[in-house]
Every structure is written in C-alpha cells, then in structure tokens.
C-alpha cells in the first residue's frame, strides 16, 4: 500500500523471511528497506529517495506509525515487522543455509563487536566481514574492495542510517556480489550492545520508540521533526481519502475510517444534491452492496431525486400521515369535489400525502404549529447539511447530521402523536 507517497508491503514476518529467502537465491543483487515515519518524512522533501524505497524489492512496515496510518486509511496492515527482528531470523536462516553475511556501517569497532556476539548467539553464523567505511560517494570504492574481498555475501546488512544508506546500496550494490542488502539504521548497535534495545512488552504494545528515546535524549529533536508531521499529514490524508470524488460524489462518514469499520458501520454519501446513509464499510459502499439506512433529502433550492426518496421515508415513518397546508389554515379547498389545498411550495411529497380527517378541536392547532416549525428546522438543516459538505468541512458535516437525525426522530414523534390526538376526536 502507500503511504503518503512511500510503498509499503502488508507482509508478516514470516512472508518478509520468505520473500528475503526467495530474493537471496536470485542471480541478480536485491536490496530491502525498512520504512517507518522518519523515512516517509524525508521522502517527501527528497524525491531521490522516495524512488530507492518505492523501487524495493521488499518494503517491510518496520514503523508503528504506518500501521496506525493504514487503520486510519481503512486498509490495516497485519503486522508490525521491524527491521531489527527480521534481521535476526535472517541470522537464524543463515545458520540452516550457510549462508554469508557482511556487517558494514556503524561507528568504528561497532560492526566487529556485532558480529563477534551474533557469532556467540546463533553458533555456525558466518560473517564474511565487517567495515565501517564511509557512506558519502567519496568512500564508495575503498568500501567496495572491502566487500568483494570477502567473497561472496548472501546477505548485507548496510548501517549508515535514514537516507544515507540507501543512497548508499542504489549507487553500490549492481558491482556486488550480494544476494540481499538491506539498510539496518541501528541495528548493529543493538547486536553489539552499545545501546540496549526495548524490552519485548514494551516493543509489543509499541512504545520501543519512547523507551529508545529515554535511553538516548539525543533523539528527541529528531522525532519531534518527523513524528508529529508524519501523523498530522497521515491523518490528513486519511480524511482527504474519505472526502473524494466517488462517481460524481463526495463522501464523508461518521467517524474516521477505522471506525467505520468497526463502530459506526455506516457511510454518507452526498450526490447531486442529496445526502444518503449507508450502512456498511467503504469497500461495501464502493461494490453496492450497502443498504440505505437514512434516506436521503434535498440538499438545496433545487429538488432532485434524494429529496422524493426523503418524502417515501417520512411517510415510511409516519404511517398516520401528516396534516396539509390547507388543513393547518384552516381553508377549504374550492371546487365542487371539495379537495384539499394543494401544498406549499416548501412542501415536499410527503407533505402532499395529507390526512383528510377534518380538525375537530382547537387545540390540534398547537400540535400543528410545532409540527411546521420543526419542519421549517428540518429544511434548513437539510441545506446546510449539503453545503458544508460539499465544501469539505467533515466535522461539521457530521455533527449537523447527527442533529438533523435527532430532529427527525423528534418529528416522527410529533407525527404519531398529532394522528393519535386528531383520531380520538373524529
């Protein structure tokens, strides 16, 4: 999927291991990329990155933030796979192979004391070599000769950090004989033991990237640059994907697009110049398959298609009826047959389907009066409803919906009790 222009692969550990698996047994050098929020940031401002990780042959969703991006986009990802502990299966894979790995980056000495305790933790690991080297284009052919001295390395792990190392494997890696490179940021200062890595609860409930930041102060100015940003245009972009041309039509629902899904379960849809409630997710909606659980209503001056599905549903909800313009007023229509009025020019279809018992008591006068205000209240949310939509102000949208549904409800009350108190005086 992506994610604010950065590909990113739904895929759980034991797909990503597989996919490393099947791209190590290629002739041809493969590289794979670690995404998180940091990474999505800088793309933005760097298109030349933005390529190297959209160009991937593997995109692993190592950052807590996307998964909480793909849920607002409705599409969740199934799992948070970090980077650090794909490279540990790979090490466990690399004992069963035999394969070769090649530690490089990190501070000087870092790279050698992560290979010398990984040989400890997983015994028969081969690391063919370490090197610190440099990551600017200047080092590129002392860290080449480093490398191909080695021999052949099935899989190298690249820790220059953000941006850097993956410039760094799209210049190099085509003169290498690599199975898979793969950038690691800090990984290497983790298998070493010069920084200590979150405890596995608090890597489970995704607060690593907190613990990390205690431990090492220094981070802070780093996230504040990229993780509010990165969860402001996330969840901008959400609603944006929310509020889009759909056949002709702008969409807003109840609540963001994780709830949708799992609360609300119900969608608006505005459409020439109606607005309708489905019940049902996006996807439901977009094959048809969603019910209409609010009928649609006009959404201005003029009248459309919405506004007589409004007038079907009223009268649904009120099979008793409601009183007519004449009837309110009082006047007997002219003409021998003696038929009501006809309706206001306000008056929408249902309003046309008037009762024709005659008012028998001056006191269904006030029940009336209500009843027309309410409807007068109605109309105006109705139109207002539709324009704040369609000029994409979401909440808004919301909150005068759910008010004209309260109003609604009100006026179906209003409705039966008028039928029940003119009834019982014919």
């Known amino acids: ?45 760097d298109p030349r990155f933005r390529h190297i990780l959209n160009a991937s042959d593997l995109a692993i969703p190592d950052g807590g933030g996307l998964l909480l991006a793909a849920r607002l986009y409705g599409r969740p990802l199934r799992e948070q796979v970090r980077g650090t502990d794909l490279c540990y299966l790979l090490m466990e894979e690399a004992v069963r192979r035999g394969w070769r790995l090649f530690f490089l980056g990190a501070a000087p000495g870092v790279a050698a004391e ?8 997983y015994p028969g690991l081969q690391v063919a070599g370490t090197f610190a080297g440099d990551s600017s ?56 033991g010069r920084v200590r890595r979150a405890p596995y609860p608090i890597r489970r409930i995704g607060l690593d990237w907190l613990f990390r930041l205690l431990i090492q102060p220094s981070r802070f100015r780093r996230q504040v640059r990229t993780i509010p940003p990165f969860l402001y245009l996330a969840a901008r972009e959400a609603l944006e994907e929310v509020l889009v041309a759909y056949q002709g039509a702008l969409v807003a629902v109840t ?20 607005l309708v409630a489905y019940e049902g997710n996006w996807s439901a909606v977009k094959r048809g398959d969603a019910p209409v659980v609010r009928s649609s209503f006009s959404a201005g ?48 279809a249902g309003r046309r389907a008037a009762s024709s018992r005659p008012r028998k008591v001056e006191g269904t006068r006030a029940l009336e009066a209500r009843i027309e205000s309410m409807e007068l209240q109605l109309r105006q949310l109705e139109q207002k409803v539709a324009e704040i939509a369609q000029a994409g102000n979401y909440m808004e949208t919301r909150r005068i919906g759910e008010e004209h549904a309260e109003l609604e409800r009100s006026l179906r009350e209003l409705y039966d009790e008028w039928a029940g108190h003119a009834g019982s005086k014919e």
């Not at 990503?16 to 933005?44: G, H, K, M, W």
């Not at 609540?255 to 109606?274: C, E, M, S, T």
């Not at 009223?314 to 313009?325: E, F, T, V």
């Open 1 to 45: 999927m992506d994610i604010l222009g950065v590909r990113v692969d739904d895929v759980t550990h034991t797909e990503a291991l597989a996919r490393c698996v099947d791209l190590i047994s290629d002739p041809q050098p493969r590289y794979a990329v670690t995404p998180n929020p940091e990474f999505v940031i800088v793309a933005r401002s």
């Open 114 to 121: 992560a290979a010398r305790r990984m040989a400890l933790r």
């Open 137 to 192: 284009p200047d080092g590129d052919g002392e860290t080449r000769a480093a490398i191909r001295a080695a021999g052949r390395c099935d899989v190298l792990f690249v820790a220059y950090g953000v941006n850097r190392q993956e410039q760094w494997i799209a210049r190099n890696l085509a003169a290498l004989d690599v199975g898979i490179a793969m950038g690691v940021g800090g990984v290497l200062d983790f298998m070493s």
């Open 255 to 274: 609540h963001d697009r994780y709830f949708i899904d799992k609360l609300a379960n119900q969608v608006w849809l505005v459409a020439d110049g109606a």
């Open 301 to 348: 001056p003029a009248p459309s298609a919405g506004a007589a599905s409004m007038s079907a549903a009223r009268r649904a909800a009120s099979p008793h009826g409601r009183p007519s313009a004449a009837r309110r007023s009082g006047a007997r229509a002219p003409g021998p047959a003696s038929k009501p009025a006809p309706p206001s020019a306000g008056a929408t």
